[in-house]
């Protein structure tokens, strides 16, 4: 499975607008095209992925440890919420600030497709504090049956 989106870049000090860079992420990594130059970075290679705010532009802040590739990268999106979105789909945690607070926005599937819901089902969240903690909230869901007349 893999997420891919156009967008522009921003290579240390050089900057591509839109439409001259491609994000490729798999659940192995990300690879970003800009202008002809091929960056990969290894899942593990990967040390954070952040919302960064232009002038007047969002984007993907790569923080990284690949030698080969400049320090500061940043993929600019149109969409930064589908891009977060797929990313933690495939398996890769985003954050971001929103109103001074560091927000974790991690989107997890169990990995399998859920049966039909007959009964009671319950739902839980789970989120990863700054200091390493984890919240987790449940709820329970009772389906009542649909009533019809013959």
Known sequence: MTFSQFGGARLGTFNATWPLAKLVASPEELKLWVLGIKLAFPKASITRLSKHSGFISTGLRIEHSNPRAPQFIVFWT?????L??????????????????????LYRLGGSVSTP???EATYTLACL???GTTITKSASV?????FQEN
């Open 117 to 119: 819901i007959s009964g």
């Open 78 to 82: 149109f969409d930064f919420p589908t």
């Open 129 to 131: 504090a700054l200091d």
């Open 84 to 105: 977060a979105k797929e990313l933690a789909l495939l398996g890769y945690q985003t954050s971001w600030r929103h109103s001074n607070h560091e927000v974790q926005a």
């Open 142 to 146: 009772n389906i009542i049956p649909t």
